[in-house]
């Protein structure tokens, strides 16, 4: 069995982990380009863990300029087996009142401005992504969620749109329409190269605002979701402190196979493939394609 390494993107207003033992920021390389920043290693009672700020330290990359694959190979380099997102997000629900950490089970995702693959022309594949989240580390979660008495949701649909500019009243309305819970600028593709990258992935979206639909909150404002991140962002630092001392220090084999997802994805034959971008993936398929384990 593998060693448990837990990955934590920090999203708006998460830019450090505070009670990481050891820890310090190292630049990590990676074939798919910069990621957004250095990573923080640490440990947290002997878990090592692994943090990287998605919008950079002083939020310096909009959602659709994050090098989304950099940073999710830049995991996977560093050991990661269970990744999780901090996310800022608005609430399509009454019910999800700003405040609310919502542990998000689904996503639509209508980003169209992004890489959101590390496969293509030479090397071809196809993962599910019928179920994006790890339904044992979403348990962990939760159970971390509880034991700090945070006001939390488990379950909903995250949309993710592209920004950076907020929903239209329409656009708000339609994504209600369709049922969604939440909506935020930066899941996706995150979750889709997590799965690629056969990480098991869970996203924590804390709500900071009511989008643009609720007739008694008007238009989002910024400065409004400015106040709620400042006056929540302890809140999840909590969580994933308590989420590192309580996560089972042994990996554990993912129920719907997200730490397998590629053993049958890939597609282009053996003596079709292309080396240089097999030389690319080496981190995030190695495991497959090189019989790593
Ligand atoms: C600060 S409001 C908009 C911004 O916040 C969310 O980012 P993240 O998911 O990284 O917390 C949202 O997706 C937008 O990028
Ligand atoms: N209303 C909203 N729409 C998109 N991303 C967000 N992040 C925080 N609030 C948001």
Request: aromatic share 8%; hydrophobic share 40%; with cysteine.
């Amino acid at each position: 069995m593998a060693e448990a390494v837990l990955g934590v993107i920090g999203g708006s207003g998460i830019y450090d982990l505070p009670g990481l033992e050891g820890a310090e920021w190292i630049g990590v390389e990676s074939p798919w380009g910069d990621p957004s920043d250095a990573v923080r290693i640490g440990h947290i009672d002997g878990l090592k863990v692994v943090f990287l700020p998605r919008h950079g330290r002083g939020h310096v990359h909009s959602p659709s300029q994050i090098n989304y694959r950099a940073n999710i190979d830049v995991m996977k380099r560093c050991g990661v087996t269970d990744l999780i997102s901090v996310s800022a997000c608005g609430s399509l629900k009454e019910e999800l009142a700003p405040g609310t950490f919502v542990l998000v089970e689904q996503f639509i995702d209508r980003t169209f401005a992004r890489e959101k693959s590390f496969f293509g022309t030479g090397c071809v594949a196809h993962v599910s992504m019928a179920y994006p989240v790890s339904p044992r580390l979403v348990d962990h979660v939760e159970a971390a969620a509880r034991a700090e008495d945070l006001k939390y949701r488990r379950g909903g649909t995250y949309l993710a749109m592209e920004g950076p500019q907020f929903s239209s009243l329409a656009e708000s309305h339609l994504y209600r329409s369709w049922g969604c819970d939440v909506i935020g600028m930066t899941n996706m593709p995150e979750a889709k190269l997590a799965r690629e990258a056969e990480l098991c992935y869970a996203t924590v979206a804390m709500v900071t605002d009511y989008d643009s639909w609720h007739p008694d909150h008007g238009e989002v404002d910024i400065q409004q979701i400015i106040k709620v991140l400042h006056d929540n962002a302890h809140h999840a630092q909590q969580l994933v402190a308590r989420l590192a001392r309580d996560l089972p220090r042994e990996h554990e084999t993912c129920p719907i196979g997200s730490d397998r997802a590629l053993d049958y994805a890939i597609m282009t034959a053996p003596d079709k493939r292309d080396p240089a971008l097999l030389a690319k993936l080496d981190a995030v398929a190695g495991r497959v394609l090189f019989d790593k384990d």
